[in-house]
């Protein structure tokens, strides 16, 4: 990374992009339609394997982590089916953190969240028995940094 310039307009972009989408595709009358007809067709798009497999193997977690969080659809997901006893949502897009804080807000569930960049992420010792990034690894330039943090 040489010119440190370059990188935070990358970085400045993939928020305006992630800002948009997923605060967007969230509350869509599309997604809504999407979820339904999964579930009446019995398809599990919108269900993790983690989740399915926690379930299987009743496995229990107190606190969560999750990497490029989005709008918090996954931890809301884990939580609300009793996999992790609380959450907290890494994103680097702002307006994609705002939509997860409001829901979770609406739902009352035990989710913190933070915007933060994954490639200079600073993660507390020892602080979550479970991380999960979910299609959110592949922008991330320092990965083997993220890995040794986690």
Known sequence: MADRGVYEAMAKRENEVWGKILPDLERSEARIEDVEASAKLRVARHTSSLLRVAQERKLKFENGLTLGCGTGRCERELISRGVC?????????????????????????????????????????????????????????????????V
């Open 85 to 149: 006893r609380s959450f907290h949502g890494i994103d680097i897009s702002e307006k994609a953190i705002a939509a997860a804080r409001e829901i979770a807000k609406e739902q009352d569930l035990p989710l913190t969240y933070e915007v933060a960049d994954l490639n200079f992420l600073k993660l507390p010792v020892r602080a979550f028995d479970l991380v999960v990034a979910q299609t959110a690894l592949h922008p991330v330039l320092f990965l083997v940094r993220v890995v040794e943090q």
